[in-house]
């Protein structure tokens, strides 16, 4: 072949595989541009958008009534965009006293690769307009919302708290914490590829989507109440600590929880582990004598016993060489069950206990629920330790029959005993009662739920007649209440400390119902380690008297129609006497000399808590009926203004009263100057304001 033809070819070859590779490029860029052009579009938009993040509103946690007890508010966030800081040392020695953090940790933070860094998270409103203040370039404050206690402590260990990315670690907030927690949302505008924000650039805000709202079981007017008594528990008796439980015996729903002490949920993670324990649920203690009825009703539900059953109670009993004794080591002679449980024999108890034997005494142990965990939703839940069935010799029986050597969570021993006032029927305990989206939709319902029939109902019905006998005649005359038959019993148990039993430290318990003869609320009291006086008919009875009163009044439970039980001795306590009912006054908005004098008028005493010159809330609510001599506690904290607006209404020519009660119609609270009556206010009639908002009023005597 010819040179010429050979250099011909390979010119055509080349020219082939040029056409080929330009055929390739042009089509790979008509793929890019037109076919995939959206596609890489959008990605190289993508590339250059920059996201803040929105922290989602946290679904709100409301009591029964729909009060709020906690919600959320805006705070501010520190965060650096490393790429724009110039001098990050100099950056980071600014802002360490403001922050308090060690400047080689913020300077380590700045120097990082990345577009956003969080530098503190939910920071107080004046560290934030310091940071504001300094005016760095590169460090700005992002909005972002923190939970907010209307209430401060009040219901705090139920609650829970949350984490700084509004994630559920404690009580309800961790139980419910997937209906909780919304969708965040980001705000996202374009940068350049040196990391500045692009001239005229887009920015975009991508909404998140709030969490559900929790309603509980929870009456914030009882919590108020029980939170007050158990702190006062606590202090008299200068116990370690104590709870108070208040049960609906017929659904199981817990309309109050609080223990003592209490911690600050605005801390969060960084209060004392020790103080955000759950006790009542995580901590199985030594129940003592209330565990009595539960024994008594397994005694008279197997037919181990009848109502006519005798025992023979010489005050002391030698089982297996060890000695049981009743707790005045006094005897009672021949005595019937109803003696036995009314003088807390643990002779008769102990008797009993081994009547029943392993078999039935342990089925009747898992019966009431005290083998497992109740699953109340409350994390961390316990349950209590018992000698194994197989173990169990006389001794083991004789001496748990009467609450000792085995334990149980003071919500397990609650729910046993509303069982019982319950006419056998176990329900499962719980605090959550609905669940709503933010527009108010229902997204679930919480029914009440049977767990199983304990005892026979007529069994129950007479241990319940037992119980109330405790109350009239028997250990727990100091749990009476005016205008009511009660059912209790009380308890004093040794402490045991990693498995022995603590010298000196004692329990001393009061659980019961009310109204008797149809029960609907029980409640339980515990205090731990109190100093001096510790039997339970001491020292846990008189204020449960007092809790259980407070409760009945608010829940307007119908009176007992059945005289007072006649006093055997004279030197007995008389019982109470039916106090006078009365209208509680309206106090808010009242100057606390001004509060005072009204609530002695009525009849009441006062009660003063928080810091304040005013009275901004109250309990009992003005209008309800109360006992006189009895006491209103009034608030003197005013919380944030609400969101929702109201109109202030006219007030002038009305005297500081009318003034105080028509602005607390409205949810609007006042600041007064001067008496007589207003002449003038601020803001003006007809202003729109958030409810909570002060409004002054100026007042002038007439001439």
Known sequence: MSTGVLARRRTVALIGIFALVFSGLVGRMVYLQIAAGDYFADKAFRYRMRPVPIQADRGHILDRNG?????????????????????????????????????????????????????????????????????????????????????????????????????????????????????????????????????????????????????????????????????????????????????????????????????????GGNSDP??????????????????????????????????????????????????????????????RIDTVMAKSSNVGFGTLGMWLGADKFYEYHSRFGLDRPTGIDLPGEATGQYRPKKQATAIDLAVQAYGQTLTATPIQMLTAIAAIANDGNLMWPHLGKAIYDHEGNLVKEIQPRVVRQVVAPEVARYVQELMVEVVETGTGKNARVAGYQVGGKTGTANKVIDGRIAPGKYIASFVGFAPYPDPQVAVLISIDEPVGAYYGGQIAAPIFGEVMGSVLAYLEAPKSTAPPPPKEHPWEPDPPKEPEPAQVPSLVNLPIPDAEKVAREAGFRLSLTGAGSYVVSQFPLPGSTAYKGGEITANLTPSPPGSREVTVPPLAGLSLYEAARTLAERGLLMEAQGSGAVYKQEPAAGARIPSGTPVKVYLRSKR
């Open 67 to 267: 009060y709020p007890l906690l919600t959320n508010r805006v705070c501010e966030s520190i965060y650096a965009e490393p790429i724009l800081i110039k001098d990050k040392a100099a950056a980071a020695r600014a802002l360490s006293p403001i922050l308090n953090m060690a400047p080689e940790e913020l300077e380590r933070r700045m120097s990082r690769h990345t577009f956003f860094e969080w530098l503190k998270r939910k920071v107080d409103p004046d560290v934030a307009q310091q940071v504001k203040a300094l005016g760095i370039t590169g460090i700005g404050l992002a909005p972002e919302k923190c939970r907010y206690y209307p209430e401060g402590e009040l219901a705090v260990h139920v609650l829970g708290i949350a984490n700084l990315d509004h994630q559920g670690i404690e009580g309800l907030e961790l139980t419910y914490n997937e209906y909780l927690q919304g969708k965040n949302g980001q705000i996202q505008c374009e940068y350049t590829a040196r990391g500045l924000p692009m001239e005229d650039g887009e920015c975009h805000v991508l909404y998140g989507e709030p969490g559900h709202d929790l309603v509980t079981t929870i009456d914030v007017n009882l919590q108020r109440i029980i939170e007050r008594d158990v702190e006062r528990a606590v202090l008299e008796t200068n116990a370690k600590r104590a709870t108070i439980i208040v049960m609906d015996v017929k659904t199981g729903e817990i309309l109050g929880l609080a223990q003592w002490p209490r911690y600050d949920p605005e801390l």
């Open 274 to 335: 020790a103080l955000r324990r759950i006790f009542t649920v995580t901590d199985a203690l030594n129940p003592g004598s209330i565990f009595k009825p539960i024994t008594a009703a397994a005694g008279l539900d197997s037919g181990t016993i009848t109502k006519d059953t005798v025992f023979n109670d010489t005050g002391c009993m030698t089982v297996e060489g060890w000695t049981i004794c009743n707790w005045d080591r006094k005897g009672l002679g021949p005595v």
